[in-house]
């Protein structure tokens, strides 16, 4: 406390030995301002530079875990329609897997979604309604000719994809 007594009653001497130039009692009030606030501001600036960073790591990263699910879902699925092409009927564990990959690639969109443009984010709704689609179909699917609508359903979600995810990629960026 006594500290800022004798801050205060330094600045008065100053300010009261300065007044006699007008000119001079102003900048130096203002340098004094100006040495106390930069520090402050910079580090407010620090802060809110800090955070930009983290909220854009957070969508690169929300992105790039939407990518690879997305692009996983290629192989599962070549790998289901294989198995019940050979056998005629579906292989569970394959059936597991790509079920599995439709569910991490909805869940990875709704942990995107929050942070997609007005216009991404039309087009991720539109691919996940394709990818419900697909899912919904993957259930009634028990022989080779079922699997008309599976077709359908996924050449859908192709499409959709072939614009949604250059689009995604080019706003990671």
Known sequence: MSRLRDLG????????HLSKRETVAPALI???????????A???MNQYNARL?????????AISHF???ADAFGPFATVFVLG??????VDP????????????QKTALDALQWRLSPDLLKKAQAYEKAL????AVLGKVTSVEDMREFWERTSDLLVIRQDFLPRLEADSV
Do not use: M, Y
């Open 9 to 16: 009653a330094w600045i008065s001497g100053v300010c009261g």
């Open 30 to 40: 203002a340098l004094l301002v100006s040495a106390v606030a930069s520090p402050v």
């Open 42 to 44: 910079t580090g407010l």
């Open 53 to 61: 960073h983290a909220r854009d790591e957070a969508k690169h990263q």
């Open 67 to 69: 990518e690879l699910e």
């Open 84 to 89: 019940l092409s050979r056998d005629n009927k």
């Open 93 to 104: 564990q394959a059936f597991e897997r790509l079920s599995s990959n439709i569910v991490s």
């Open 132 to 135: 419900l689609a697909v899912n």
